[in-house]
Nanobody, 116 residues
């Protein structure tokens, strides 16, 4: 059975940093494209960043470019999201997603709150 477990969320002040982790099990992690999404209250879920299966290419939503960095460790089956210069509008539940052809799996999410 596939499990994706996010961690690392919490409360941080504006301008601060957090690193989210998503640990995968039950799948061949190195075959999967990994993405981070987020969903703020009352808003649709949106793509934050993505990384190819071997980590050679990444992409970001425009509002996250230069502030967020996605990376992965295929030996540990973990994908990371380093978030810097956080803003109150980054407050959301952050989810990771694993994608391989027609298969896709979601984690349960981790809450990030940016507030003073």
């Amino acid at each position: 059975q596939v499990h994706l477990v996010e961690s690392g969320g919490g409360l941080v002040q504006p301008g601060g940093s957090l690193r989210l982790s998503c640990r995968a099990s039950g799948l061949t992690f190195s075959s999967y494209y990994m993405r981070w999404y987020r969903q703020a209250p009352g808003k649709q879920r949106e793509l934050v960043a993505g990384i190819t299966s071997v980590g050679t290419s990444t992409n970001y939503a425009d509002s996250m470019k230069g502030r967020f960095t996605i990376s992965r460790d295929n030996d540990k089956n973990i994908v990371y999201l380093q978030m810097d210069s956080l803003k109150p509008e980054d407050t959301a539940v952050y989810y990771c997603k694993a994608v391989y052809k027609v298969r896709n799996y979601w984690g349960q999410g981790t809450q990030v709150t940016v507030s003073s």
